[in-house]
């Protein structure tokens, strides 16, 4: 079974048509999602069904790919060596002083012109042998927790990751989102403790969201905020819940994206600085990706006294969205690996270099 659905995909790329593979955090089923032509599809108001690719700048094309066939099976993850190195990009000491200048300058603007976070990034060019679908399998196989995916479209390009956030998730009208920001290495399985500047830089995302979503959520909930696991590092999470009084998906997202977590604060002056001083296109790093207006059915048996066991048959229409973060790009023996990380008034430039070196480690100990 597992050969069959690796080998639709694979005839699918060769013929440069648009799929998906994925699989939810601590779910074993993968699901591949192919659309029959090389159309390309645009979102315009989140209405339609299908699995969402979008930019990380929202003025950019978020792509729709239609499902034209589904097919679902269980992935046995094989144990890893969960050993990670350093590894060096052939760049790496350009790059270093490019990104500690970048991280100064953010430091600055938020000192001079009322910016309070931003978050910087850089995109980082490895050669790779290997297939996207052995680079696949060994992200299921290494991050179990994660959102893992292999996306295809021949107009776009293929992108793979493994990502700790999801921006949204709406079962009907409820909805759950979370706010993840504040990174340490993890040292041993103990979590870390948190210094001011993560706390701090975390607490901006989780107000931030709180706010945007004041007016079109009711019963807001927010949880005690937890440090989670994601590969080799620590972050903070919060999670945030309510019920929609508007199910208008289309301002949800647009309240939502990008969040202080991938862009910063205030949200227009952070998005025009990473647009003016990254020195490169993020394209769908810090976007968004995945199911979009599905259907999942649910069969409820009911055991009334004096009555024939009844099965109750209801359906949800859900929407489970990822941000796009530990995520690369391949194009033929290359890979981009991109990586960031938030900058506030705190920051030391060199320990946020350092914080880029230890998420990229997430995709290059795969690649490399
Ligand atoms: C922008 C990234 O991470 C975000 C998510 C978690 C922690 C982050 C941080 O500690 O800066 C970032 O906000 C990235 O991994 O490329």
Known sequence: MQNDFFQKAKNHLNASKPFVLYRKPLETAITGLFQSTDALHVVTDFSKTGF???????????????????????????????ATGIFKSITEDQDQEFHINLVQKGIDAIAQYGLRKVVLSRKIEVKTSKSAFALFKTLLDNYSNAFCYLWYHPKVGLWLGATPEILLRTENRQLKTMSLAGTKKAEGAQAPVWGAKELEEQQMVTDYIASSLKETVSKLTISETESVRAGNLWHLRTSVSGGLSNYNLKEIIAALHPTPA?????????????????????????????????????????NRRNRENQAYRTVKNTTSLYVNLRCMQLKDDKAWVYVGGGITQESDPEKEWEETVAKSNTMLKVVL
Do not use: H, M, W
Not at 270 to 284: Q, S, V
């Open 52 to 82: 969402v690719f979008a930019p990380f700048d929202s003025d950019g094309k978020t792509i729709l790919l239609q499902v034209d066939e589904k097919t679902v099976t269980e992935y046995i993850a094989k144990e890893v060596n969960s």
């Open 262 to 302: 991938v862009c910063g604060l205030p949200k227009k002056e952070a998005k025009a600085f990473i647009l003016e001083n990254e020195n490169y296109t993020r394209e769908f790093y810090t976007g968004f990706l995945g199911e979009l207006n599905f259907k999942e059915e649910n069969f409820r048996s009911s």
